[in-house]
């Protein structure tokens, strides 16, 4: 039996990170699947973490719904799901510490980059976008944080704010849909109405306190806060 403390905890922790992944565009699992596991078993914390990221990312993708670039959320989803699944299958063989590294450098080096004012611009033709969207997918089946590496990408697409977030938040649902699926199926996340309400909504007015905060960064300001964001995750993955 779950206590209510644990809940609380549980509930409380998803606004917060489902505020600061609205703003930065990634983050909110990689915050809540720590206090998860520390509250909960190991397989349920993976399944709850994911629903809540599937019904933040569905009410970040609403209310950006006008922003959505479908062309390149489409070419980046498809391209990261199939080789989501190879990376994935690959777990056992490659060491996942030394990917998490590899990762880190490259966003810690991207992110000092781009705060000193440099500006790495992907192109948008669709094998530009096809071949981003397979890296995210791999890495991300390889050691299951595809956000960060997501939000690099899509922000080296030179795409005004309001398009690389809700761009970045249909990307993260088409790609969620697949994995709730999987976990619903293997069993990892059970169908428990009242817990997917609670989640649900803390995961709405999560969003929506976030993308009030949105509206008082300015624009110029916005791609610093991500370029940080990116810069603090790079740092973790060295160092934690």
Do not use: C
């Given at each position: 039996m779950?206590s ?6 549980f509930?409380f ?5 489902e505020?600061v992944g609205t703003?930065a565009g ?5 915050i ?5 596991g520390?509250?909960f078993?190991i397989k349920?914390?993976?399944g ?6 599937f ?11 006008k922003?959505?670039m ?13 080789l ?6 690959l ?16 966003l810690?080096?991207?992110?000092v980059y ?11 033709t ?37 398009y690389?977030?809700?761009t970045?938040?249909?990307?993260a ?5 697949v994995r ?7 069993g990892t996340?059970?169908?428990?109405p009242?817990?997917w309400?609670?989640?649900f ?6 969003s929506?306190?976030?993308?009030k905060l949105i ?9 610093l806060?991500?370029y940080c964001?990116?810069?603090?995750f790079?740092?973790?993955?060295l160092?934690?």
């Open positions: 779950t209510t403390i644990s809940i609380t905890i509930l922790s998803a606004v917060i990170a505020i703003i990634f983050g909110s699992a990689t809540l699947v720590p206090i998860a520390s509250l078993d349920r914390a993976i709850l973490v994911a629903l809540f990221h019904f933040g990312q569905l009410v970040d993708g609403f209310l950006w719904r922003f959505i479908w062309r390149i959320g489409i070419l980046f989803s498809v391209a990261g799901v199939i989501a699944f190879v990376g994935a299958s777990i056992v063989y490659l060491p996942g510490r030394s990917i998490e590294i590899a990762l880190g450098v490259f810690v080096t991207y992110a781009s705060l000193a004012g440099r500006k790495f611009v992907i192109p948008t669709n094998a530009a976008i096809v071949v981003a969207g397979g890296i995210t997918g791999f890495v991300a089946g390889l050691i299951g944080i595809p956000g960060a590496l997501r939000t690099a990408f899509l922000s080296s697409l030179n795409l005004k704010r309001e690389f977030l809700g970045s938040f249909a990307v649902f088409l790609v969620d849909i709730v699926g999987v976990y619903f199926n293997s996340l059970e169908l428990n009242y817990w309400m609670a989640i909504v803390v995961a709405f007015f999560g929506l306190i976030g993308k509206t008082k960064i300015e624009s110029a300001q916005f791609y806060v991500v964001a990116l810069l603090l790079g740092i973790k993955l160092f934690w």
